[in-house]
């Protein structure tokens, strides 16, 4: 039987997880981390700002709400560290990190040591989910037919690979290869996709940067340059694309699982890496196993729709067209134009209707406000503004349709 396009989720209206956090939330955590308040205080805090940013989504009409990430410091949250083999460290030698890697440039060249450096020591083991209390906590917050609908963000599997230069990622002592390497990655989120399911998890977004960057003309040279790389940059993209495939080889049937590219949110809404997605596209579309790409597409740094005309007719894109980084609004119409421009390009590649090719779309900001806990160069209104007009935009072109 051919492959099903997967809806309800995706919606039509979409964010990406992240929004931004109050106040009083930002304040207690960092009173927290200066021994003033206790974990319970803080936790009490978190249940409270989650509660409230919730039923803030479900009045803007949207049905894949997150918790807003607020119980984390950074968008990948605490898996890595969660897992038996990896350990978190604050004292290390920059010398371990591929420079080129946007986002650990963007670091360096802001003077800091590249944030929330996580290193494997050993063998890698999953032994129980950082994530799951997360997402019970949302589930309590909806009436038990809406919590499939609930939306998690994982990290991706390849974050911790990627940033270290070749033969630095893991001790070569405890794997002898990428591929024991990444074997052991696979077997640690499929038990964290099934802890979830369990838990009535149904809807998960795995949040890669990582992926884009292979469109940045300026990473792929610094790639090609790299003496210690043993295979070329396309090599490279063609594991991750197995690595997730292998993450996802014992997936249940009804879960679905989205992924989204972009090209980095950092302090004061700077962004990482530019290129389109033209050359992924092929790999991307027709080889990675996931129901829905999440695509940035609010600037031309991501380029054009034409890369569209590979997507399969049983997968989704949610076109993130309006900018999450900066509270200026985009005009409505022009932005339910560009929604129909992809379109198009999507119905050429399948030789599909208009409408056919629309049914696979979906619309959202481009990525998180805040991927960091500090948020983009918005407030809280203007976050409020860019929501509302992503759910314009999806009523207007998908009436009546989450």
């Not at 997967?6 to 207690?28: D, I, K, N, V």
């Not at 990190?97 to 670091?107: K, N, Q, V």
């Not at 080889?287 to 031309?300: P, S």
């Not at 983009?376 to 207007?396: C, E, F, S, T």
């Amino acid at each position: 039987m051919a492959p099903q396009l997967h809806h309800q989720p995706p919606f039509r209206a979409e964010h990406l997880g992240s929004l931004l956090r109050p106040e009083a939330l930002l304040s207690t955590k960092t009173a927290f981390e200066e021994g003033k308040v206790s974990e319970s205080q803080l936790k009490e805090v978190e249940d409270k700002e989650i509660k409230d940013i919730a039923e803030t989504q479900l009045k803007l009409g949207y049905a894949a709400i997150s918790d807003g990430e607020y119980r984390r410091h950074m968008f990948w949250g605490t898996f890595f560290p969660g897992l038996d083999g990896f350990e978190e460290v604050t004292d290390f030698d920059v010398g371990i990190f591929r420079t080129y890697a946007p986002d650990i440039a963007a670091f360096l060249e802001e003077g800091h040591k590249p944030g929330e450096t996580v290193l494997c020591t050993g063998k890698i083991r999953h032994v129980g989910s950082t994530y799951v209390d997360q997402f019970k906590y949302l589930a309590s917050l909806v009436p038990a037919e809406k919590v499939k609908n609930l939306k998690i963000t994982l990290a991706a599997p390849n974050w911790y690979h990627l940033r270290y230069l070749e033969g630095k990622a893991y001790p070569t002592d405890v794997y002898s290869s990428d591929a024991e390497y990444f074997g052991d990655i696979a077997k640690a989120y499929q038990a964290e996709l099934q802890i979830l399911y369990d838990a009535g998890c149904r809807n998960v977004q795995f949040d890669d940067p990582n992926l884009a960057y292979f469109c940045s003309e300026k990473f792929l040279e610094g790639f090609k340059k790299d003496p210690l790389n043993e295979h070329s940059a396309d090599v490279l993209f063609e594991k991750y694309i197995k690595l997730y495939n292998d993450c996802f080889a014992k997936l249940p049937a009804d879960m679905h699982v989205g992924v989204h590219l972009c090209r980095g949110n950092f302090v004061n809404s700077r962004h990482f890496s530019e290129g389109g997605y033209d050359r992924i596209a092929i790999k991307l579309f027709q080889e990675l196993n996931v129901h829905t790409y999440y695509l940035e597409y609010d600037t031309a740094r991501a380029g054009g729709f034409e890369p569209l005309k590979h997507l399969p007719p049983h997968k989704n894109v949610i076109l993130g067209v309006v900018t999450s980084k900066f509270p200026e609004l985009e005009d409505k119409e022009e932005m339910k134009k560009r929604v129909v421009d992809a379109a198009k390009f999507i119905a050429e590649g399948n030789n599909t209707s208009l409408e056919a090719a629309l049914n696979q779309v979906g619309v959202s900001p481009q990525c998180g406000f805040a991927s960091h806990r500090e948020g983009n160069a918005i407030d809280h209104d203007g976050m409020i503004n860019k929501l509302k007009l992503v759910r314009d935009i999806a009523n207007d072109i998908w009436p009546n349709q989450p």
